[in-house]
C-alpha cells in the first residue's frame, strides 16, 4: 500500500520552508510520497494578497518538478467551499483505495485540532505527523492530549526555518530580493507575473 503525506496550505507563495519540510518528511518511514495540497480561497473572505488558485498550484509544480516524491494535488478546488480536511481525506480515500493517507501539520495547531470537523474520525482513520514550529511553549505540548495520541508523531528532527509568506510578500511589494527564500523557477514565475507588488 502506498502512503502519502498530505501538506495542506495556501502556499502563496510555497517557499523553501515548506520544500525543506515536505522533503525531510518525503524520506522518513512514515510516507512514500509528500501531496501539496493547494487549498482554494474561501469565496465568503476576500483576500487581495491571495494569488488565484491555478497560479499557485503552479507556483508548487515549478518548485517540485525535479523531485519524484514531491506532488501537487488540486483535489480541494472542485470540493464544495468552505473545504473540511475531514471531507477532503474522505473523497481520496475513495478516490485512490490502495492508498493510506497521513496528514502534515505544524505543531502550532495542535491545539485547536480538536476544533476541526470530524477530528475524532480522522484521528481513527489517519496518522498526523507534526513538524516543530518556532515559538511553541514546551509547557503547552506537554499537555497536549491529542500529541499523546497514537496516532500521533511529533518529528522533532525536522528542521524549521522561521519564514513565512507574509514576509516574502512584504519584502517583494517593497522592492527587496526574496533570492535564497523561493527557488530560483518559482522567484522567476513571480518575477515575470509581477505577482504582490
Do not use: C
Not at 518525503?26 to 510520497?33: C, G, L, N, T
Not at 517540485?64 to 470540493?79: D, Q, R, W
Not at 515559538?135 to 500521533?152: F, P, R, T, W, Y
Not at 533570492?179 to 504582490?196: P, S
Amino acid at each position: 500500500m502506498k502512503k502519502v503525506g498530505l501538506f495542506f496550505g495556501s502556499f502563496n507563495p510555497i517557499h523553501v520552508g515548506h520544500l525543506v519540510i515536505a522533503n525531510h518528511i518525503a524520506q522518513s518511514e512514515f510516507v512514500d510520497e509528500v501531496w501539496f495540497v493547494v487549498s482554494p480561497q474561501n469565496p465568503f473572505k476576500e483576500k487581495k494578497s491571495l494569488l488565484a488558485d491555478i497560479h499557485r498550484l503552479a507556483l508548487v509544480n515549478e518548485a517540485i518538478f525535479e523531485n519524484p516524491k514531491l506532488k501537487s494535488s488540486n483535489i480541494e478546488f472542485s470540493m464544495p467551499k468552505p473545504s473540511y480536511t475531514s471531507d477532503t481525506l474522505a473523497y481520496l480515500m475513495d478516490k485512490y483505495p490502495g492508498t493510506e493517507f497521513s496528514l502534515i501539520m505544524g505543531e502550532d495547531n495542535i491545539k485547536s485540532f480538536h476544533k476541526w470537523k470530524n477530528y475524532e474520525v480522522i484521528l481513527k482513520n489517519h496518522q498526523i505527523l507534526v513538524f516543530p514550529r518556532v515559538g511553541v511553549d514546551d509547557e503547552l505540548k506537554a499537555k497536549s492530549e491529542i500529541l499523546n495520541h497514537k496516532q500521533v508523531h511529533l518529528l522533532e528532527d525536522t528542521p524549521v526555518m522561521d519564514i513565512s509568506a507574509s514576509f516574502i510578500r512584504k519584502q517583494i511589494k517593497a522592492g527587496k530580493s526574496v533570492a535564497y527564500l523561493l527557488t530560483d523557477k518559482v522567484e522567476k514565475y513571480v518575477e515575470e507575473m509581477g505577482f504582490y507588488k
